[in-house]
Each structure stands twice: as structure tokens, then as C-alpha cells.
């Protein structure tokens, strides 16, 4: 089966303002090639902070999600919070394959990045 069951994202960041009608914001990409739904749980790390670990998601059989971290909340209803560096670990009950995106609209001239997640599996 293709894809792994933990991948990390070292480089997280929501930009606090944006301009324009797009909202700046990141995605965490989940595709899920498998024949059970994936039972996805992320843990956000920061520099100066404790990690944030109660945030859930899933991705339904042979499916994709992208999961909104602007729009994502913990069970306790908390956010993410903007305009601080964190890192990601994304953990998975079947394998997945992982990648990250970054929309950044803070200046009129928006930029988009995206990238594989890393795992060692």
C-alpha cells in the first residue's frame, strides 16, 4: 500500500492579515488510497509554546482532503494561532501520503508554495 502512517511539516506559519479576497492560509493535503477511512490526528510544535495535540480529522476511503489549518480546531474549540512559526506532525491510522501548501496573500502579488511531507518510515 502506498503512503505512510506518520509524516512531519517543519515549516508552518499563518500569515495574520491578508489582502485582497483570498485568505492567506495553509492546507495540510491528505490522500488516502486505501480501502478505510483515515483516522488523521495533528500535533502543532512552536518555539517558545507547548505543543497543541487535539486536533482530528479524517479522510474517507480512496479519498483526498485538504485540512484548512486556518479553519481547524482542536476538541476544545481552540485555533491555531497566526503569525507564529510551528511545525507539524501528522499522524495516520492507515497509510496516507502527505503534502503541504501555503497560500500568502499578505502582499498583492500572492505567493503559493507547496511541498511533500517528510516521513521516515
Known sequence: MAGKKTW???DGFLP???TGDQISHEA????NLGKE????K???YFEDRNPMD???SVCGAERTHHIRLDQLKDREGQLIPVGVSYAIKVESSVPVIVQHSRLDTTQ???A???TMAYSEE
Open 54 to 56: 487535539r486536533f482530528q
Open 42 to 44: 495533528l500535533t502543532f
Open 112 to 114: 503559493l508554495f507547496t
Open 28 to 31: 495540510v493535503c491528505v490522500l
Open 16 to 18: 495574520p492579515k491578508s
Open 37 to 40: 477511512d483515515a483516522h488523521i
Open 8 to 10: 512531519f511539516i517543519p
Open 108 to 110: 498583492e502579488a500572492l
